[in-house]
């Protein structure tokens, strides 16, 4: 493998495991800003304990410790952001990750603007397995009750509590879990490229995150998968077409394009490239074709 393409792989992997921590919360109608915070927290924390400097921890249990760290504090603050709504949430949740990168900033232990350089390495081949592992455990989780329940809050909140769920537990546990998947992917982060500085994790980072949910769609446990994918892999189609026709000026204005490209995707598509009518109609499809099949065979 090139080291083009490891680089690649890497960025759509992190970004994978990102856009699934925010999406958790946004099947419920929750929209996070938050998501650098978190992923600071996890990665500043994770690298402080596999320190020798600090408690010398294996890089295994440093992350799992972190991710429950960064859950505990997901939870402890999901309390009161969850009574706020619509741009309020958005607008606290943002607050939550400036506050984080500022006391990560002044820490000196942490290394301060400077950063903090992380002792243990996590090869490609872990930070492929941890995606892969993230996506199915999401999978998982949107087909248990509670998956079902956040997919019922939010499609209509009344009828949820008419039926009887529990709109405030589902939607703590659903926040509290995408912290957690947030703090993994800041220690994978910080443990493949060996330093964490907390500049890195800014506003733009939780923005891009937020549309990678948004542009998917936050109807099926695909969206995320999708719309990580295509903000990590198109960018990069457009530069190496750019290239292969010699176009400097295309290549340093791709972005353009694409904007317009996510601008033309919203209106077209303002519910998210997959919905769930389009996953139902793809397993009536493909069903149909294993019962033509079974009964050719017969």
């Known amino acids: 493998m090139s080291g083009y393409i490891e680089a690649q792989l890497i960025i759509l992997c992190l970004s994978v495991?990102?856009?699934?921590?925010?999406?958790?919360?946004?099947?419920?109608?929750?929209?996070?800003?938050?998501?650098?915070?978190?992923?600071?927290?996890?990665?500043?924390?994770?690298?402080?304990?596999?320190?020798?400097?600090?408690l010398g921890l294996p890089m295994a249990l440093g992350i799992v410790l972190s991710m429950l760290f960064v859950g505990a504090i997901g939870f402890a603050i999901s309390l009161p952001i969850l009574r706020t709504r619509g741009v309020y949430m958005v607008l606290a949740t943002f607050a939550f990750a400036e506050v984080v990168s500022g006391i990560a900033i002044n820490m000196e232990f942490l290394g301060?603007?400077?950063?903090?350089?992380?002792?243990?390495h996590a090869p490609v081949e872990i930070v492929v397995a941890v995606a892969i592992a993230v996506v199915l455990f999401c999978f998982y989780f949107m087909s248990t009750r509670l998956g079902l329940a956040l997919r019922s809050i939010h499609d209509d909140e009344s009828v949820a509590l008419l039926?009887?769920?529990?709109?405030?537990?589902?939607?703590v546990v659903a926040f509290t879990v995408g912290g957690m998947l947030a703090g993994l992917g800041g220690a994978i982060y910080g443990h493949h490229y060996n330093y964490v500085e907390a500049q890195t994790f800014n506003?733009?980072?939780?923005?891009?995150?937020?549309?990678?949910?948004?542009?998917?769609?936050?109807?099926?446990?695909?969206?995320?998968?999708?719309?990580?994918?295509?903000?990590?892999?198109l960018p990069e189609i457009f530069r190496q077409l750019a290239i292969s026709m010699g176009s400097d000026w295309l290549a340093d204005s791709?972005?353009?394009?694409?904007?317009?490209?996510i601008v033309l995707m919203m209106v077209v598509r303002p519910e998210g490239v997959v919905t769930r009518?389009?996953?139902?109609?793809?397993?009536?499809?493909?069903?149909?074709r294993r019962a033509r099949a079974a009964a050719a065979g017969e």
Do not use: E
Request: glycine fraction near 14%.
């Open 17 to 54: 495991i990102y856009a699934y921590a925010i999406f958790l919360p946004a099947a419920s109608g929750q929209l996070n800003l938050g998501a650098a915070g978190f992923i600071t927290l996890g990665a500043y924390t994770s690298g402080w304990l596999n320190a020798s400097d600090g």
């Open 112 to 120: 301060g603007a400077a950063g903090m350089p992380v002792d243990a």
């Open 163 to 171: 039926f009887g769920v529990n709109v405030r537990t589902a939607r």
């Open 203 to 233: 506003v733009l980072l939780s923005i891009y995150i937020l549309l990678y949910v948004l542009l998917g769609g936050t109807q099926t446990a695909w969206g995320p998968l999708v719309g990580a994918a295509f903000f990590t892999v």
């Open 254 to 261: 791709r972005f353009i394009f694409f904007g317009m490209f």
């Open 277 to 288: 009518t389009m996953q139902d109609r793809c397993a009536g499809y493909l069903s149909g």
